[in-house]
T-cell receptor, first 113, second 112 residues
């Protein structure tokens, strides 16, 4: 049973436009959500997180939105740059339960120049 | 220069041999984790340790073993009992209280 799902395996966007990556979860106990970026043959890099007490968190070009009622979060990248081309993973955890992360399957973002 | 190191980057072994992957961190993190990534898939948790001398099985612990004798180190042994050991292995660490996990560069293990 996949508790965190990224239903789009890939996304292609033109440079300068907005990239929107989506993630759904089923476990209502999750209250802390993270996005990671991963290049091939490298470890994931932490991008941005959000706790369930917020519905939006922004860091530069990256904004994460959380819709608790829909159990849905999204990562917006504006403007998209070719260097953003990578696989993006969303992850979820229960804040006071040992920091265990459950990962989605990832979405490959391709930003075309 | 704080971070997580994994060595080696690439590792080749013959079937039937045990192999140990190294993971070291100097971030003073209490918790450490081992994940496995297969092509086109997400990360799956193998083992984790919240504190020295204690560790717990993750979702896919069969065929693996770990130790946590020092705060800085969390080596993973891939035993001959692991049916499909060829994969990309990632080590991570985190502080307490809902902090992000930070990952090492990974080790690609190929068993033939």
């Amino acid at each position: 049973d996949q508790q965190v799902k990224q239903n789009s395996p890939s996304l292609s966007v033109q440079e300068g436009r907005i990239s929107i990556l989506n993630c759904d979860y089923t476990n209502s106990m999750f209250d802390y959500f993270l996005w990671y970026k991963k290049y091939p043959a490298e470890g994931p890099t932490f991008l941005i997180s959000i706790s369930s007490i917020k519905d939006k968190n922004e860091d530069g070009r990256f904004t994460v939105f959380l819709n608790k009622s829909a159990k849905h979060l999204s990562l917006h990248i504006v403007p998209s740059q070719p260097g953003d081309s990578a696989v993006y993973f969303c992850a979820a955890s229960v804040y006071n339960a040992g920091n265990m992360l459950t990962f989605g399957g990832g979405t490959r973002l391709m930003v075309k120049p | 220069d704080g971070g997580i190191t994994q060595s080696p980057k690439y590792l080749f072994r013959k079937e039937g041999q045990n192999v140990t992957l190294s993971c070291e961190q100097n971030l003073n993190h209490d918790a450490m984790y081992w994940y496995r990534q297969d092509p086109g898939q997400g990360l799956r948790l193998i083992y984790y340790s919240q504190i020295v001398n204690d560790f717990q099985k993750g979702d896919i612990a069969e065929g693996y073993s770990v130790s946590r004798e020092k705060k800085e180190s969390f080596p993973l042994t891939v035993t001959s009992a692991q049916k499909n050991p060829t994969a990309f292995y990632l080590c991570a660490s985190s502080g307490t209280g809902g902090q992000p996990q930070y990952f090492g560069p990974g080790t690609r293990l190929t068993v033939t």
